[in-house]
């Protein structure tokens, strides 16, 4: 008996070694994903008594994850500020990859009857893989469902079901289900799998009334559950399904091929290269009384895998789609290891080296050197992108009145920091381009993401208009507004710089006129903008970025100047300032509020010396982007080196003085005109 406690306590103590592992990568990827401030934004407004709502003018359900928002919005009504909901909401998903452990572990040793050194492996490949750690404290609902997903799946793994059961499954799933909508897929798949069991059992004869009872303990609770949240939909947002199917789902072949890239990057990183999937086919045939336990995970694994294609798979990186399946898949492969019967010292090896491939895999793909690296690149990608949002969100925070709109791509951080209504420009957020997209013929999509209308976003005339990728159109939905005139004269790059200094970025500004702009279809080369931003791509190659930029100046729209002051930029590098003094005067020609153009003459005339006509230039660049602290350092530099020139200061402290008169609180004006 004494051994038996003892045997027991080992039992229980080597599970908090994938936990301890688990923990460890969780604080090397501490950070927020962008997507989640979508949900705090959503939560925010519920708890400011709007409703779940993204803009206070329109009802949309831009989430998907419905009951995640109610859970956050549940801490904020016990009062809990948002310096603490968002912590709370990555703790939760830490809680909940703990308990996915510790529940794959306990289930497969006490309920599956798998050997403690085998459930410790499946725990072990859990843990050490890093799609895993990273989503779970990510502060999305990714964790959550996780759990939610093993524990009803779990459950129907369990070889006698009764009705106390089938009820606990079908609860479980609804759970589920509320929380992101592939948890009804999995509930009708175990729905179907059931009642295929009870009529193909040959060990037990069921009677067809016990078959429909059975039927009806899986349906009953769950619909219960769920079908309030879609009662509530069709009322509150007039739609049966959230507004995020309309904008990410279509069915083409296109979707297809980009969800078959994405399951086999995954089989490439995590997957041996699809001998992950081979292993259990391989045990099948061996051991055909495996069956039954194979056919119940694989009913539930496919049919995921066959929907994570047909939607195309996931616009994150790291495998997020995935994650729900991970404790499946590697119960699945590792009780086909065990069912091969290796020899031990071989079971040993394989499956030390499976740990070794799953934590530093050097197959991961082209430019990584393995899991880890790969996963750390786009952990600091994020972070990047999301410490830029909420930077510019601040900013246009403080630079927008309460009742202007603003329009971006990317719609997270930026939108929580900046307390605005916002047109979200792929229509994630906004019924009208969800449902209403515009289909440019030539303009090819590159995210997966690929809902736009250019001109429903126009007339809306919002104050900034911001790309991720800064001045560089990137997605289909920012290309397709350079097709339109009122987008191309009506707005223009507007460079700022937070006060310390240490970030510039550019973002698309309405000048007075744009509402007079008409929107209209001209005959444009809808490839231009495809090409421009192509270019760009190709900057710091100076040879092929000039000739790409004279390509898009062949088509380009004679309203654009940006591809003559690239052209210019590449000859003042250079140093063939004539060529580049040329190509600068067209662009401003074409376009006046050109800031490439402005910078490039203002250091060309700077460095000839040529003083009254560089300060001209620099102090129209001060005026036209105020809040960018290039201008400002140039005209510094002109005074500093014509100090005795009486005029020159008097002309630069009268450029200050202008621009303090409209902005008041201009830090770099502030500290430049105590100097002059």
């Known amino acids: 008996m004494v051994q038996a406690k003892r045997q027991k306590i080992v039992t229980y103590s080597l599970v908090f070694l994938p936990i301890i592992i688990f923990i460890i990568l969780v604080s090397q990827f501490n950070f927020i994903q962008d997507d989640s401030f979508i949900t705090y934004r959503y939560v925010r407004n519920i708890l400011r008594g709007y409703g779940p709502i993204f803009n206070t003018t329109e009802r949309v359900e831009g989430y998907t994850n419905f009951l995640w928002v109610m859970i956050l919005s549940l801490f904020g009504k016990l009062g809990l500020s948002f310096s603490e909901i968002i912590p709370v909401s990555q703790l939760l998903g830490v809680v909940c990859g703990v308990c996915t452990i510790a529940l794959v572990y306990f289930f497969s040793v006490y309920y599956l009857k798998i050997e403690v050194m085998w459930s410790l492996l499946v725990v072990l490949l859990l843990s050490l893989n890093y799609s895993f750690a990273y989503w779970a404290v990510s502060g999305m609902e990714t964790g959550l469902f996780t759990v939610l997903i093993t524990l009803g799946v779990f459950m129907f793994l369990k070889k006698e079901q009764n009705m106390r059961s089938l009820l606990t499954i079908s609860l479980i799933l609804g759970i589920a289900s509320l929380t992101r909508p592939e948890g009804t897929l999995v509930?009708?798949?175990?729905?179907?799998?059931?009642?295929?069991?009870?009529?193909?059992?040959?060990?037990?004869?069921?009677?067809?009334?016990?078959?429909?009872?059975?039927?009806?303990?899986?349906?009953?609770?769950?619909?219960?559950?769920?079908?309030?949240?879609?009662?509530?939909?069709?009322?509150?947002?007039?739609?049966?399904?959230?507004?995020?199917?309309?904008?990410?789902?279509?069915?083409?072949?296109?979707?297809?091929?980009?969800?078959?890239?994405?399951?086999?990057?995954?089989?490439?990183?995590?997957?041996?290269?699809?001998?992950?999937?081979?292993?259990?086919?391989?045990?099948?045939?061996?051991?055909?009384?495996?069956?039954f336990f194979y056919h119940k995970l694989w009913f539930v694994i496919i049919p995921y895998i066959l929907y994570i294609i047909a939607v195309g798979g996931d616009t994150l990186q790291v495998f997020r789609f995935f994650v729900p399946l991970l404790p499946l898949v590697y119960l699945l492969f590792v009780e086909g290891i065990r069912h091969i019967k290796m020899k031990p010292a071989l079971s040993f090896i394989f499956g030390f080296i499976l740990v070794y491939y799953t934590a530093l895999n050097p197959l991961t793909g082209p430019g990584?050197?393995?899991?880890?690296?790969?996963?750390?690149?786009?952990?600091?990608?994020?972070?990047?992108?999301?410490?830029?949002?909420?930077?510019?969100?601040?900013?246009?925070?403080?630079?927008?009145?309460?009742?202007?709109?603003?329009?971006?791509?990317?719609?997270g951080a930026i939108s929580f920091y900046c307390d605005r209504n916002m047109i979200d420009l792929l229509g994630l957020a906004d019924t009208t381009i969800a449902r209403h997209?515009?289909?440019?013929?030539?303009?090819?999509?590159?995210?997966?993401?690929?809902?736009?209308?250019?001109?429903?976003?126009?007339?809306?005339?919002?104050e900034y208009i911001y790309f991720s990728t800064g001045i560089k159109p990137s997605a289909a939905a920012e290309r397709a507004l350079f097709l339109r005139k009122r987008f191309r004269v009506g707005y223009y790059p507007y460079f700022?710089?937070?006060?310390?200094?240490?970030?510039?970025?550019?973002?698309?500004?309405?000048?007075?006129?744009?509402?007079?702009?008409?929107?209209?279809?001209?005959?444009?080369?809808?490839?231009?903008?495809?090409?421009?931003?192509d270019a760009i791509g190709t900057?710091?190659?100076?040879?092929?970025?000039?000739?790409?930029?004279?390509?898009?100046?062949?088509?380009?729209?004679?309203?654009?100047?940006?591809?003559h002051a690239w052209v210019g930029r590449i000859y003042e590098q250079q140093g063939e300032l004539s060529r580049a003094e040329q190509y600068y005067h067209i662009a401003l020609e074409r376009d006046s509020s050109c800031i490439y153009a402005w910078e490039g003459l203002s250091r060309i005339y700077l460095e000839r010396q040529v003083t009254q006509v560089a300060l001209d230039y620099i102090a129209e660049l001060i005026l036209v982007?105020?809040?960018?602290?290039?201008?400002?350092?140039?005209?510094?530099?002109?005074?500093?080196?014509?100090?005795?020139?009486?005029?020159?200061?008097?002309?630069?402290?009268?450029?200050?003085?202008?621009?303090?008169?409209?902005?008041?609180?201009?830090?770099?004006?502030?500290?430049?005109?105590?100097?002059?």
């Open 187 to 291: 509930w009708f798949m175990i729905a179907i799998n059931a009642v295929l069991i009870d009529i193909f059992n040959k060990q037990e004869r069921r009677m067809p009334q016990q078959i429909v009872l059975n039927l009806l303990y899986l349906v009953v609770p769950y619909v219960i559950m769920v079908a309030p949240l879609f009662i509530f939909r069709i009322f509150y947002f007039h739609s049966l399904l959230p507004n995020t199917f309309y904008a990410k789902t279509s069915f083409n072949i296109e979707y297809v091929k980009t969800g078959l890239a994405y399951v086999w990057k995954f089989m490439q990183a995590y997957g041996l290269w699809g001998i992950i999937i081979i292993v259990p086919l391989v045990a099948l045939f061996r051991r055909s009384t495996w069956r």
């Open 539 to 563: 900057r710091h190659n100076q040879e092929l970025a000039l000739k790409k930029f004279v390509e898009v100046i062949e088509i380009a729209p004679e309203d654009f100047g940006y591809a």
């Open 368 to 411: 990584y050197k393995n899991n880890w690296d790969y996963t750390k690149y786009w952990w600091r990608l994020e972070q990047g992108l999301v410490g830029k949002m909420s930077i510019t969100g601040t900013w246009l925070n403080q630079n927008m009145d309460k009742d202007e709109w603003f329009a971006a791509s990317t719609i």
């Open 625 to 676: 982007v105020p809040d960018y602290i290039y201008g400002y350092t140039l005209l510094y530099q002109l005074v500093d080196k014509n100090r005795d020139n009486a005029a020159i200061k008097e002309k630069a402290r009268q450029t200050i003085v202008q621009v303090l008169r409209e902005k008041p609180n201009n830090r770099f004006a502030k500290e430049l005109i105590r100097i002059f």
């Open 437 to 462: 997209p515009e289909d440019i013929s030539g303009l090819a999509p590159s995210w997966r993401e690929r809902n736009y209308n250019s001109a429903y976003v126009l007339s809306k005339l919002p």
């Open 496 to 533: 700022f710089t937070v006060p310390d200094g240490r970030f510039t970025e550019s973002i698309y500004k309405r000048k007075p006129n744009a509402y007079s702009i008409p929107i209209i279809e001209e005959e444009v080369d809808p490839s231009f903008p495809t090409r421009y931003r």
